[in-house]
């Protein structure tokens, strides 16, 4: 069958609404593709043939020590990155994943360059306190983890004994350690994004903080190998390469990362709209050329062999899981009754998901439908980064009646909520004073009213439409804005919004029935995390970078090809 063509920027099929897509449900049922961030560090890592070594091993047999591991860029402008890896004796009962913990089993950053003795000397005596400490801009991110409570140890007796781990212990866990906190862009004194977005390699988004946890998975890897020779030099193993790869690097993620979503509109517009570009495409090509069919199977099967391994305690995870299991099975049962064939195929499968399975399964399938077509989404991937503070500049030339139309035609969902209804305002985001991070409380349960947060668009457009009511309709924003400063933010944000449609949460963020969930998730598959298992409503753990290669296997894997479990594994 012959290659359909589209031209990448001119479609039949239009980008979907934000009205629809931009709905805190859907957001919260995203998933990973090739246009999350750790699948395109690794392709880029792979390109332009990154090299890896493990310069300095100085860990002892209980794991306390340091390590570094380093990443050089072959070609082009040469470049390293270091991993400065420290290793921690944490007595059982100090293990936590509160971020306000104040120990861990093992501290990190990722230094600009290679590390002189000097310098591990004086991280030495900063990165272990996390916090309490400064890093300079040297460095470029921060993290810390803690090991996982019931595989670490199973994993290390079972290399010490000569043994393979239980592969149903590995795959129900899924990582030997989880961080609890990444940090970077200038925070505690680390550099600051200026120093280092204009570098090839940090094209795209978060890109130093992901090559950091890339770095770690192969420390954590490395560590338990350490330990069983440590314990048992005589009949200690490694790991199987196979199994190896199931084990990705846990994280912890709560209230403090939610508002990002909405506190950078410009940015989430960018990752969400490079989705929905790459989805358009796909579902624009006039016909299904076999590589891509024979694709999108291949990767249909192991997205179901990945539903089957996703083992969640929340029973509203599972719940959503086990209608992805069944949406999967709808859909190779439907594929086989209905092959890719006639006009525009893929807009027709898409059509079937929406109007069939659950948003679980719908962004299932988009996101598969992507993967299956590298050629019209890798490029999209360079796009998702943004210019932040030149969307900042207010219009105040804009008529109020323009503003007006403004808000209406980007909130008029808002415009319809009753936000003097309890349940309507129910949370409000303030600061928490302790760890400066976001806290989500219950309006009418806690007296916080004077510290919340500008974190409730949709209401604050509504107050901003009814402040508008009585204004000459050809009175200027600027006017407006001199006799209502309190409505700048919501202006703004309209603005934004007007130009980049995905920059706006088309949903109530403060009401009675919000789960911050959802905007973790959404964050999160962009950043390409798996097996999502929410603890609460507020915070989450996931699995980072399972099933990808290792430093040593990138030159001769593709890594996108291995963000799947493989097919035998069934």
Sequence with gaps: MAKAAVHKDQGSVKLRSPDLVMKLKRM?????SRLSFMRTLLRNLKKYRWTFDRPIWRIDGNGVGVATYSATRTTGEPRTYTLVAFGHDLPADKRSDRVIAEAWDATFTLFDGVPTEADIERLSKNVPVQEAGRISDSEFSLARA???????EHVVESLAGGR???RDEVERVGYLMRTTAVYGSGKFGAADRDKWADRPEFGGSFRPELL???????????????LARSRSPQTAVVIDPDLRRRFGVGNSTGLGLAPFLINHPALVHSWINAREAALARVRSLDVADEASIATFANLLARAR???EEWFTESEHQKTDVEALRNDLQRTTEYLAQNPLTGTLPWDTLYRWAENTLSLEGQEQIVSLMIDAHPD?????????????????????????????????EIYGWALKIPFDDRDACARLWYVSEEKLEPRLAERFEEDLDAYEQPLAPGRDAAAAHAALKDWDKTATVAEFLVRHPEHRHIVRRAQIASRLPYAEIRDNTIAADMLPIDLLRCKLSFFGATKFDPRSDRWVRINMYQDAPYPHELADTDPDDLFYPPLEAS
Excluded: C, K, W
């Design 305 to 307: 062999i990945n539903a």
């Design 212 to 226: 950091l946890v890339y770095l770690v998975r192969a420390f954590t890897l490395d560590l338990v190998e350490h």
């Design 28 to 32: 919260g049922a995203f998933h990973h």
């Design 164 to 166: 393979q781990p239980d």
């Design 376 to 408: 019209l989404a890798d490029d999209l991937a360079e796009t998702t980064a943004a210019d932040e503070p030149a969307t900042f500049r207010i219009d105040g030339a804009m008529s109020v009646e323009q503003l007006r139309r403004m808000l209406e």
């Design 146 to 152: 803690n090991r996982s409570v019931r595989l670490f």
